[in-house]
Every structure is written in C-alpha cells, then in structure tokens.
C-alpha cells in the first residue's frame, strides 16, 4: 500500500524518482472526447511529453488496439519518434505486465498519468497503481473523458483512493523547482513557448526584450 507523503517537500515532483505513462491518446478516443476542447488536450499532452524529455525523465506510450483505434497521436510520437508505444488489448493498462515492468524498470516510485479517457483509462491504472506502491498523480488537463460529468468523476473517484491531480504546467514548475538551475531553464522555457499558451507569448516577449538592444537618447 502508498505511505508516500502527501504534504511537505517530499510531496513534489522531482526528474529523479518520477516516471510518465501516457495511455492512448489516439485517434479514436479523441472521436468521443467531450469533457475539454481536443486541440487543447493535444497541446497539453505534447508539453507535458517535452516537458518530461527536458528533464530526462522516462516516459512510456501506450495504445489500445491500435490498429483499430489508430497510430498515437503524431506530435507525441514525435516527441519520442524511436520508442514504439506498448500496444495493448487490456483497457486496464496496469493489467498488462508488459507497461508494468516498464515501470518498474525505470526504479521511480512517483507515477504521472496522462490518458484518454480519464474515466476509464487513467482512474483504473492509477487506482491499481496504489496499490502497488506507486505515489500516483494524474495530469488532469492532459486528459479527458467522454463528458464532463465522466472526466470530473473520475477525478473525484481517484482523489478519493489518493491519486494526487494535478495540471500538466505544474510538474515542469517542480522539476525546475529554481530558475538558478539553468541547465534546464532554456528547454523548459522553449516547452512553455511553444504549448504555454498567454504566458508562452509573454515569455517570446522577454525574449524579444532581452535581445533587443537598449537605445540611447542623442
């Protein structure tokens, strides 16, 4: 059973002991997707996948019958464009052992969930995932259900069993954690460029700024 804290520093994510699992973003569930406007869900997923790249943290892609339901999603894929997603017949995606060693493989015990659909496909693994062990945190506006009542239901249900739900900006915000960490500030300020939304433009801006050289009066 999860004894891992949920308040305190320990409570964050880290790079080093976090893994990300992204379930079926494809074709077919997004044709049934009605709790939050799919493009928005697109550019969530996707910064949410570069955000975890830039950081170095191990991320594994997961279809269900794809060749029924579609290829994932092409911008995600092409975060990762060597590694071909588990293809699974199990809805339960924590039922096939496959994406579990994976998981374990990776030795983090802080488990990210993103997945369509929330109802279904990110509360059950998440749910199961508990129970093994995992501090489990579901990416809540990198997934999506069939309705708004089914996604917020699902999330009340996870919550309630200890899945921490959090949005997909919130766990660059920890992995930085310092803006003095300047390894990592140009490729998380890219990621936030390019899917951040008001504050992507704002931070092109600064840049603009910052680049601009100062004039001086005559």
Not at 121 to 150: F, H, K, N, W
Request: hydrophobic share 40%; aromatic share 6%; with cysteine.
């Amino acid at each position: 059973m999860n004894t891992t804290k949920k308040t305190g520093l320990d409570a964050l994510l880290t790079p080093e002991d976090t893994v990300l699992l992204l379930i079926d973003h494809q074709p077919f569930q997004f044709a049934n997707l009605h709790s939050h406007e799919p493009t928005m869900v697109i550019n969530n997923v996707i910064g949410l996948a570069k955000t975890a790249k830039v950081f170095g943290v191990p991320t594994i892609l997961t279809t269900v019958v794809e060749e029924r339901g579609g290829y994932l999603l092409q911008g995600l894929q092409d975060v990762f464009p060597d590694q071909k997603p588990i293809n699974r017949t199990f809805i339960n995606t924590w039922e096939d052992t496959r994406v579990v060693d994976a998981v374990k493989a990776t030795g983090r015990k802080k488990l990210v969930i993103a997945g369509l659909w929330t109802e279904i496909c990110v509360a059950m693994p998440a749910i199961q995932a508990l129970e093994d062990g995992y501090a489990v945190y579901a990416v809540t506006d990198a997934s999506g259900g069939t309705s708004r009542e089914a996604h917020d239901v699902a999330v009340q249900r996870m919550t309630q069993a200890g899945v921490v739900p959090i949005t997909w900006s919130v766990m660059g915000a920890e992995f930085q954690r310092d803006w003095a960490r300047e390894s990592t500030v140009s490729g998380l300020g890219e990621v936030v460029a390019q899917h951040g939304g008001g504050s992507g433009v704002a931070f092109a801006w600064e840049t603009q700024l910052l680049s601009t050289p100062a004039t001086t009066g005559p």
